[in-house]
């Protein structure tokens, strides 16, 4: 069964440390896999996606994932993080098929010390 | 403004109550879905309708009842609803095909008293 597990409920960081949040998934086949990140009070927003090709994948607002077939991870990194990344964010792996179908992990809740 | 619409924001109601909740795209996507996060779970997918037809149902009990009455609008009609159910609902809409993007609401927080 397709499965998503983020292992880390709570993160904290000081503003201007680097940041690594970690994704394991679980899926047959190759995965799609994206990041969203919701604020309080808001909506999912998504902020990187990855489909094939280049392994390295390029976000919004600095954040970038690698995907590692070998780890089953796409583990979420921003080098500086800045006070405004408090939120939490969501990694989630998309089923193939007819419609986008995605499945979510439980989120990492990340909070950022001044 | 994310292009997926959802009011209203807050939404109080008592068990015997009935309500809706309704969602808007503006980005000309034909798949729309809803949607259950309560605190300390994942993103619970409740239904997904593509073009208009409902395609997955995950196990959500009857007093839920979805309608998609053109490919801009999804509704969630509430009915009797229990304490449980307390949670934000979120609506999101993908162009169809797997390699879409969910775009998402801000969500209905809903209490049920």
């Known amino acids: 069964a397709q499965s998503v597990t983020q292992p880390d409920i709570h993160i904290t960081v000081s503003e201007g440390a680097s940041l690594e949040l970690r994704c394991n998934y679980s899926?047959?086949?190759?995965?799609?896999l994206f990041w969203y990140v919701q604020s309080p009070g808001q909506g999912l927003q998504l902020l990187l996606k990855?489909?094939?090709?280049?392994?390295l994948v390029q976000g919004i607002k600095g954040f970038e994932a690698e995907f590692k077939r070998s780890q089953s991870s796409f583990n979420l990194r921003k080098p500086s993080v800045h006070w405004s990344d408090a939120a939490e964010y969501f990694c989630a792996v998309g089923a193939q098929g007819g419609y986008n179908k995605l499945i979510f992990g439980a989120g990492t809740r990340l909070a950022v010390h001044p | 403004e994310t292009g997926v619409t959802q009011t209203p924001r807050h939404l109080v109601m008592g068990m015997t109550n009935k309500k809706s909740l309704k969602c808007e795209q503006h980005?000309?996507?034909?798949?729309m879905y809803w949607y259950k996060q309560s605190a300390k779970k994942p993103l619970e997918l409740m239904f997904v309708?593509?073009?208009?037809?409902?395609?997955e149902n995950n196990s959500v009990p009857s007093r839920f009842s979805p309608e998609c009455p053109n490919s801009s609008h999804l509704f969630l009609h509430l009915h009797t609803l229990q304490p449980e159910d307390s949670a934000l609902y979120l609506c999101a809409s993908s162009g169809g095909g797997s390699k879409n993007i969910q775009y998402f609401g801000a969500g209905t927080r809903l209490s049920v008293l």
């Open positions: 990855y489909f094939s090709g280049d392994t």
């Open positions: 980005l000309g996507h034909n798949a």
């Open positions: 309708y593509s073009l208009e037809e409902r395609v």
């Open positions: 899926y047959g086949a190759t995965p799609y």
